[in-house]
């Protein structure tokens, strides 16, 4: 409760205007039962035509302004409810890009996305209950008992224990569903997770004509929901046959004791339709909020999910950082790596030992090594997608721990292993990492990333369109839009993650000789697996098992480092035999 009223409370005059016209209405209803008992009882003792008017009018009225306020109430309760999930999306949104891989993973990221779309939903739909229906029981309650009281007090005393039988029930029953719903919300997650890999793994799924597989896999994960909604469906059944049963109870105790006070004098027969008109409103409201009630452990649970991604701290945070105006181009030693080493917080050994290395500028440094060396975490690190066991990683002489991360990746320019391209038009993915540049410049980076021909071979140019991921466009397409991407940025330091592996021999040459001139001013680091990418480089380093097993031109490693001439000579061997 406390993350909705910490969301609410910036709309406090909105919620405050939804409640207070809700009550109005609730009360116009409960005097407008009144008034119609006092027309009945005036009717039978002969009362003159301009009073039975009057009582009439005082009716309508009352109905009039319990109606307007309904509407106005309702509108301002939906209204606040869609500020509130706006609200809501906006925080765990942020949050969610400040959260490190590892975060994510202990997250998952189909859980992400259910919390963010439907555990939200879920909890707008039960402040929106909440307010409509629960808000106004206790008023209510109180004004319907009293009238029942003035009328008769052995009837006003037998409703107040119908009430609290019922509303007894509804506590007990909510205590046992609060579990269930627990285990439907991590069901969901379950449900979104194989739905996520079977849409995005499509091909995969049918290259091995596994379909029936995945099918019985989402048939046993809708299955496992299905059963559990049952069991908390029948919690629903068998709290609202037990309230019917005690409203009709109700009812027919009243009429059972009216005959006589009827015949005693005591109760007129417009007070018998005013009680019961009370009882059934009543009865009517506590239902609708059990209702609400029993749906509330599952809210509750989505808001201590969304609390949970809200108060969780990033493994990778920011520092205070004195010197935020440090200018471009200070240092020829762009990145320095000082004996750093890096263990996953899941892992019992290092992934990278002791690295000691600098790009500086105007150079191009590459690192290469066999799977599983640790290549692609060296870009995790520079990034900060990590942060090192130890040692450091330096940017112009400065710890990266100690800048702002935006003030980091200012600085790069980042082309991953596996190309991404945003769903929109090749201008908007190009002009990503720098939103203000122009056509040319755009087009020029095209070029250099051996892009710019078939670009203009599309009849839409630049405004051609992207499909979300690029899917529309082949593998080498899509790195040579990635890497046009990083290119218009112009940062201090180029970080190329095995990005020129689905390129061939002769594009990759052609981008690696257009790519020294374009980045002369800059630090290049290109991580690689085939040695043609990489043999150019001013220094190679050589990973193995995580440990720097050599440094220096290909030349030089070729003679001194044997898991190099290793690489080498078995992918030379490969292409002779190809």
């Given amino acids: 409760m406390k993350l909705i009223l910490q969301f609410v409370r910036p709309h406090w005059k909105l919620c405050a205007a939804t409640i207070l016209l809700l009550i109005i209405d609730v009360t116009g209803a409960l005097v407008i039962s009144t008034l119609a008992a006092e027309m009945l009882n005036l009717g039978t003792a002969g009362a003159s035509f301009e009073i039975l008017l009057n009582t009439g009018a005082k009716m309508a009225a009352a109905s009039i302004l319990s109606s307007v306020c309904a509407i106005l109430g309702g509108y301002a309760c939906a209204s606040l409810s869609a500020q509130v999930g706006k609200d ?24 992400i996305t259910t919390r963010t779309v439907s555990d939200i939903t879920t909890i707008q739909f039960a402040l929106t209950s909440f307010i409509q229906m629960v808000l106004p029981v ?45 285990k439907l919300q991590k069901l969901l997650d379950r449900m979104t997770t194989i739905l996520l890999e079977n849409i995005t793994g499509v091909r995969v799924v049918r290259a091995f004509n596994n379909e029936r597989r995945e099918e019985n896999r989402m048939g046993a994960a809708f299955e496992a929901y299905a059963a ?77 999910r969304v609390r949970a991604v809200l108060e969780h701290t990033p493994e990778i945070q920011d520092l205070v950082w004195e010197n935020p105006k ?21 892992a019992e050994e290092d992934t990278l030992s002791h690295l000691n290395f600098v790009c500086r500028r105007g150079e191009t440094t590459a690192i290469i090594g066999g799977t599983g060396s640790g290549k692609s975490t060296v870009a995790s690190l520079i990034l900060r997608f990590h942060d090192v066991t130890d040692g450091s990683v330096c940017l112009n002489g400065t710890d990266i721990r100690k800048m702002t991360q935006k003030h980091l990746r200012d600085h790069l320019a980042y082309v991953q292993q596996k190309a991404w391209l945003f769903s929109g038009t090749i ?152």
């Avoid at 409103?281 to 609400?292: H, K, P």
């Avoid at 085939?530 to 050599?550: D, P």
Wanted: hydrophobic residues 50%; charged residues 20%; glycine residues 6%.
């Fill in 88 to 111: 809501m999306r906006v925080a765990v949104y942020r949050k969610s890009l400040k959260l490190s891989i590892y975060d994510f993973r202990h997250f998952g990221t189909a859980s």
């Fill in 138 to 182: 206790p008023v209510i309650f109180v004004v319907a008992l009293a009238l029942a009281f003035r009328l008769d007090g052995e009837m006003g005393a037998i409703l107040l224990a119908v009430v609290a039988i019922v509303f007894v029930l509804a506590m007990f029953i909510m205590n046992s569903a609060a579990p269930l719903f627990r």
């Fill in 228 to 304: 559990t909604s049952i069991k908390a469906n029948r919690r629903f059944a068998n709290l609202d046959g037990l309230s019917f049963l005690f409203i009709n109870l109700f009812i027919v105790i009243v009429y059972w004791l009216s005959g006589g006070r009827i015949s005693a004098g005591k109760l007129q027969i417009g007070d018998i339709t005013a009680v019961i008109g009370y009882a059934l409103m009543v009865l009517y409201f506590l239902m609708m909020a059990q209702m609400v009630i029993l749906t509330m452990p599952r809210a509750l649970e989505c808001c201590e």
């Fill in 326 to 346: 440090e200018e471009k181009g200070q240092n020829d030693e762009v990145l320095a790596f000082k004996d750093v080493s890096f263990r996953f917080a899941d």
């Fill in 427 to 578: 201008r908007e993915n190009l002009a990503y990492s720098r939103m203000n540049a122009g056509d040319e410049e755009l087009m020029h980076a095209a070029d250099v990333a051996q892009a710019g021909d078939f670009i203009r071979s599309l009849p839409s140019g630049l405004d051609s369109p992207v499909a979300q991921g690029g899917t529309n466009f082949s593998g080498g397409q899509k790195q040579r839009l990635s890497i046009a991407r990083a290119l218009v940025k112009k940062p201090e330091l180029y970080i190329f993650d095995d990005s020129f592996s689905a390129l061939d021999f002769k594009t990759d040459a052609a981008l690696r000789k257009a790519l020294a001139k374009e980045t002369k001013d800059a630090a290049v680091l290109i991580i690689a697996q085939r040695v043609s990418t990489i043999q150019h480089a001013s220094q190679i380093i050589v990973l193995n098992e995580g440990q720097m097993a050599g440094i220096g031109a290909h030349d030089e490693l070729l003679k001194n480092c044997p898991v190099y001439r290793e690489i080498y000579e078995s992918q030379t061997k490969e292409a002779q035999e190809a």
